[in-house]
């Protein structure tokens, strides 16, 4: 019965997002929302640090990349290796604060000898970038065009939903 709770709270918390979204750009502002909204929701719900390392991992290369298409634009620095400098520096900024602060250091959180949290961040990175890659394979095969209205959105934060579900039979 706590369940059903939580997944209201979860579609309440997710609702607004969608309502308020506006024009959708690579990596947009609601699909970084949605990841940040789906870490803290995590957290605050006591779900386990290998769901939310999918979240904190899939954030922190949209953060990545949100940060290169700013400076592109905005900025005008043109550089082939700069969405690999900003999500590396979004990893750094996120794992060495987190380090420091011994989230990484409980020998009893693991999962396949892994802390739960790092491996979360692991597969929840390769998870969003494979998301972004398979994005730009279906416009391709498309002319260009998306096949579902924002699925720019669908595809990052459907691939992290299912990995968690997922995640939450093998951790339970």
Do not use: E
Request: net charge positive; aromatic share 12%; with cysteine.
């Amino acid at each position: 019965m706590n369940y059903q709770k939580n997944i209201i709270k979860t579609i309440t918390a997710f609702l607004p997002l969608f309502l308020i979204s506006q024009r959708v750009h690579a990596v947009c502002p609601v699909c970084t929302v949605a990841v940040g909204a789906g870490v803290g929701l995590s957290r605050w719900l006591g779900i386990d640090d290998t769901i939310s390392g999918l979240w904190i991992g899939g954030l922190m290369v949209s953060m990545g990349l949100w940060t290169a298409n700013w400076l592109r634009d905005k900025k005008n620095i043109q550089n082939k290796y700069l969405d690999a400098v900003s999500v590396a520096s979004m990893i750094l900024l996120t794992i060495v604060p987190l380090y420091f602060a011994k989230m990484f250091s409980d020998p009893y959180n693991t999962l396949w000898g892994v802390n739960k949290l790092l491996l979360g961040m692991i597969v929840g990175s390769a998870l969003f970038i494979g998301s972004v890659l398979t994005d730009k394979m279906l416009r391709n095969t498309n002319n260009g065009k998306v096949y579902v209205p924002y699925q720019r959105v669908i595809l990052p934060v459907g691939y992290l939903f299912l990995s968690s579900l997922f995640m939450y039979f093998v951790t339970a």
